[in-house]
């Protein structure tokens, strides 16, 4: 899949690269916890975009994400957090890759709503979905594991933590 891969190469270059995974329906938590993931993305800028704008605005629950790319967003005040989509921004000089140490160039991930694990898997999903609104999570998990040859259930979701060796390929490239 030369042509994927140089694609893939290309959206996690761009401005918007993602990952994603658990559903989190409980709507009266006052925290929403998400997993930064290229390899575990350390003091990455988290945030849950309720505008849509892909900007970290005043107003947004944000965080730096901790060991293992953890972070807790305090949504306290944002009704029905898992309808909103989750941005990480890894940062030149401030984020490190606890897989591959400092990054070298500042990019962002993203994942649909109700996903938090923000991987490159879960930015293509997204940007799917952004492309063609009708499509639906499931639609595009769907379509994005078919353009990759992966199963669906492999394109949401720490692919360290369940050793997906075949995804961890696909996310590094």
Known sequence: HPYLLSMLAVAVSAA??????????????????????DGYLRNALVWLDVNGNNQLDSDEPNGRSG????????????????????????????????????????????????????????????????????LDRDAAVAAIAADLGLQPEQVLGDFIASNDIEVQVYAVN
């Not at 918007?16 to 930064?36: E, F, K, P, R, V």
């Not at 898992?82 to 994942?111: H, K």
């Open 16 to 37: 918007l690269t993602g990952c994603g995974g658990d559903d989190n329906n409980d709507s009266t938590s006052t925290t929403l916890q998400a997993t930064a993931i």
């Open 67 to 134: 060991e293992g790319g953890k972070v807790t967003l305090d949504v306290s005040g944002v009704e029905n957090p898992s309808s909103y989509r989750l941005l990480v921004q890894a940062i030149v000089g401030e984020t490190v890759d606890e897989t591959r140490g400092a990054i070298t160039q500042t990019f962002t991930l993203s994942a649909p709503p109700g996903v938090a694990e923000v991987t490159p898997l879960s930015t293509l999903v997204d940007q799917k979905m952004q492309q063609v609104p009708t």
